[in-house]
């Protein structure tokens, strides 16, 4: 903790002599603080150094105080009890080796709120310092990140987390930015000199979260700006700063509508053509065709026009290995997304057109990229394109594989199908996979085999498994702990609830180790380990 004296705490009263063992409970919080944006390794680690501080703890404690404290505190009940659903779930499933897989995997919602809620509480300055571990760690992962970006040919801004998931990283960004935001706001605490450098890092994690492109953190980052500067405006007496901040936020809100509404103009706006005046023939002498239906609009332009598929497909074979008619790197039909590459970059879909490439923008479009503007460092455009072009094509009954947010639809369809044939206690702990298999085969999904997935939505996740009465139940064990503990007062829990709430509506957030544990962790974190703000 020495390091923690050199921050520029202005309340200078004298630290606290720990012992040996509060100090290593502490680093065992900061291992996992540090994991959480980094290492699905550590995060496991830290579990094993919490278990083994308990066993030690237990030594002075005792073994029956420690289970009498836990089976006394309610909220904890609670929150473990989700576990115990899961349990429950065993009983009707059919699948008992998923089942068994699956609860290994739910061991961190009965395990961390276990040992969180039965070791002691930490210090106001302590809690503060581990949350700047945290801080500082998802810093060192938006570097790691970066250089990734600029050393390596990306194709996919989801490439530069190799540590964790984009969207796990991306809710652990949106943390690290309102944790800053309360330093900064919090008075006598820190001096002028960190506060600007909390407000640098702050600026650089919202950048950060446009280069990694995405959605998912960015809603959560604007939404809940938005509620916290509604609370603001209520909660200032100041009319000065009500008004700044009632401006700021109606002027962020109509930038990004702005942004959203030129992107999609820019895409879906087209230049008029008239057929008859375009050329007829390639500079070979082969004839063009002017398709201005069936392949759609991309970046203002008709993808159709000037294609001579003969001409495109003999001049591709000689760049490629890749044949003409065959796959991407991305399960795609080279052909289409070599063509929406040439219109993108506005050339022709002829031998010439292939041959303007350069040896780069081939290796691209072999690894699936179709627009060049998906190829920009930093920026959302390229999110706002995939969205038009997925909807264009799922609204024309297109093939959604490949494209996140229509795939998600295809998600829902099926969870829904499942949750009105199993309404009430759901089709079991195990029995997932089996129930999608089912239902997309059912529904007739168009989805390729290796797209079909689970929900990507918590809640109907939850209702699938285990019914209307663990739904309600799921629900219940989300709201009771924090209006029982009054944390709806704390502003740590409030970032972190609204984040995982949001967040649950895109994804199955608990179904995956970094997702299990960043709820399981920072839920019984910020319920047990410190008093409230």
Not at 122 to 149: N, P
Not at 214 to 232: A, E, H, K, M, P
Request: aromatic letters at 18%.
């Amino acid at each position: 903790m020495a390091l923690y004296k050199k921050l520029t705490i202005k309340n200078k009263m004298s630290y606290h002599t720990t012992s040996l063992r509060y100090n290593s409970y502490l680093g065992a919080l900061a291992l996992m603080l540090i994991a959480m944006p980094l290492s699905n390794y550590l995060m496991s680690v830290s579990q094993f150094l919490l278990a083994g501080i308990w066993l030690w703890d237990c030594s002075s404690t005792g073994f029956s105080e420690k289970f009498t404290k836990f089976f006394k505190n309610k909220v904890a009940l609670v929150v473990t009890s989700l576990f115990l659903l899961h349990l429950i779930g065993l009983i009707y499933t059919t699948d008992f080796n998923y089942g068994f897989k699956d609860i290994r995997t739910k061991l961190p919602l009965l395990i961390i709120p276990f040992i969180l809620s039965t070791l002691p509480q930490i210090k106001k300055r302590e809690f503060y310092f581990l949350i700047i571990i945290f801080i500082a760690s998802v810093f060192i992962g938006t570097c790691w990140s970066t250089m990734i970006l600029y050393t390596q040919p990306i194709t996919d801004a989801r490439e530069i987390t190799p540590f964790l998931s984009h969207i796990r990283f991306s809710m652990n960004i949106c943390l690290a930015i309102f944790f800053l935001f309360f330093f900064i706001y919090q008075k006598n605490y820190f001096t002028v000199f960190y506060k600007i450098l909390f407000g640098i890092l702050l600026l650089w994690f919202i950048l950060f979260l446009f280069i990694l492109e995405s959605l998912t953190g960015i809603i959560i980052l604007l939404t809940v700006s938005i509620l916290l500067s509604v609370y603001f405006i209520f909660k200032l007496k100041n009319i000065y700063f009500k008004s700044g901040i009632l401006i700021t936020t109606l002027a962020v809100i109509l930038l990004v509508i702005f942004y959203v509404k030129e992107t999609i103009n820019s895409y879906l706006n087209i230049v008029p053509v008239s057929i008859e005046h375009l050329d007829k023939y390639t500079a070979l002498g082969n004839p063009y065709t002017h398709d201005t239906i069936n392949l759609g609009k991309e970046n203002g332009k008709y993808v159709g026009l000037y294609l001579s598929e003969s001409e495109l497909r003999n001049a591709w074979n000689k760049r490629s290995n890749h044949d003409y008619n065959g796959k991407d790197f991305k399960n795609q039909s080279i052909k289409y997304t070599l063509i929406r590459f040439l219109n993108s970059k506005g050339y022709r879909k002829d031998a010439s057109g292939v041959n303007s490439l350069t040896d780069e923008e081939v290796h691209y479009i072999e690894s699936g990229v179709a627009n060049v503007e998906y190829l920009s460092k930093i920026g959302f455009k390229t999110r706002i394109y995939q969205a038009i072009m997925g909807y264009q094509s799922y609204k024309a009954g297109g093939n959604p594989s490949g494209n996140s947010l229509f795939q998600r639809v295809e998600y829902w369809k099926a969870s829904i199908y499942l949750i009105k044939h199993n309404f009430l206690i759901g089709v079991g702990t195990g029995d997932m996979n089996i129930a999608f298999s089912q239902a997309y085969e059912k529904l007739q999904s168009p989805l390729d085999p290796q797209f079909r997935r689970r929900s990507h939505n918590q809640y109907l996740s939850i209702f699938v498994d285990f019914g209307i009465i663990g739904f309600v139940w799921f629900i219940f064990s989300l709201f009771y702990p924090p209006i029982k503990l009054r944390k709806f007062h704390s502003f740590f829990y409030i970032i972190f609830f609204l984040t995982l709430i949001l967040s649950m509506f895109v994804e199955d957030t608990i179904e995956s180790q970094a997702g299990l544990t960043f709820f399981a962790f920072f839920n019984s974190f910020f319920l047990f380990c410190h008093k409230n703000e």
